[in-house]
C-alpha cells in the first residue's frame, strides 16, 4: 500500500494537482474543500473562476449522483443522502483545470449528452441567450434544482469549451466526467 500511495503522490505532484477528492460530497466537505481553494484564489482573479467552477461541480454531485451516501447533518445528527463523486483541480503551464465525475443513471444520460452537447457548440452570447432561457423555464418548473443551470453557468465561465465523456458502467448506469479548463493569461 505505501508504495501504491507513493505512486499516487508523485503523479499527483507531476500533474500539479491542488485538490483531489473522492467520496461523500456533503455541504460540510464542500465548505471545507471551498475554503482550501478560495484562500488561493484571494490574489488571483483567473483563480476566482476555478472556485466559482469547483462549486458549482461539487453541487451538481452533491445534488445529482445516482450513487449516494448517507451523512449526518446538523446537530440532531440525522443522515441524509449526498451524492459520491470525484473532483480534481489542477494546473499545467497555460491553464487551470477542474474535472469532476459521478455515477448518473440511464434516464439522465440523454439529457446530460443533449445539454452538454448544445452548450459545447454554443458561443458566448448563445450561452447568455440559452441560460436567460433556463431561468424562466425554472421558474415555471416546480421542485427544479436549478433547470440544467450549473452546465451553463460554468461553459460561462470556463475560457474554452467544456470537455465531457459519458462512460457506461453496469446496471444500465454511466459515469459522467465534466472538465471546464480557465486560461492563466486572457488572450490579447
Not at 35 to 51: E, G, H, I, P, Q
Not at 104 to 129: F, Y
Amino acid at each position: 500500500m505505501a508504495e501504491d500511495l507513493f505512486r499516487l503522490y508523485q503523479d499527483m505532484s507531476q500533474r500539479k494537482i491542488w485538490l483531489a477528492f473522492k467520496g461523500a460530497i456533503s455541504q460540510d466537505v464542500l465548505v471545507e474543500l471551498g475554503t482550501l481553494l478560495k484562500n488561493k484564489s484571494v490574489l488571483d482573479r483567473r483563480v476566482k473562476k476555478v472556485f466559482a467552477i469547483f462549486i458549482e461541480m461539487t453541487q451538481n454531485i452533491l445534488h445529482y449522483s445516482a450513487e449516494t451516501e448517507a451523512v449526518p447533518f446538523g446537530d440532531n445528527g440525522v443522515a441524509h443522502p449526498v451524492g459520491v463523486g470525484v473532483v480534481v483541480v489542477s494546473e499545467s503551464a497555460d491553464d487551470y483545470s477542474v474535472s469532476a465525475g459521478n455515477v448518473v443513471t440511464s434516464d439522465q444520460v440523454a439529457h446530460l449528452r443533449e445539454q452538454c452537447e448544445r452548450i459545447h457548440g454554443s458561443d458566448t452570447g448563445q450561452l447568455k441567450q440559452y441560460y436567460d432561457a433556463r431561468i424562466k423555464a425554472a421558474h415555471s418548473l416546480a421542485g427544479s434544482k436549478g433547470a440544467g443551470l450549473g452546465l451553463i453557468d460554468i461553459a460561462r465561465k470556463a475560457d474554452f469549451p467544456l470537455d465531457y465523456e459519458i462512460r457506461s458502467i453496469a446496471n444500465g448506469r454511466a459515469f459522467f466526467v465534466l472538465t471546464a479548463r480557465i486560461a492563466k493569461r486572457l488572450a490579447p
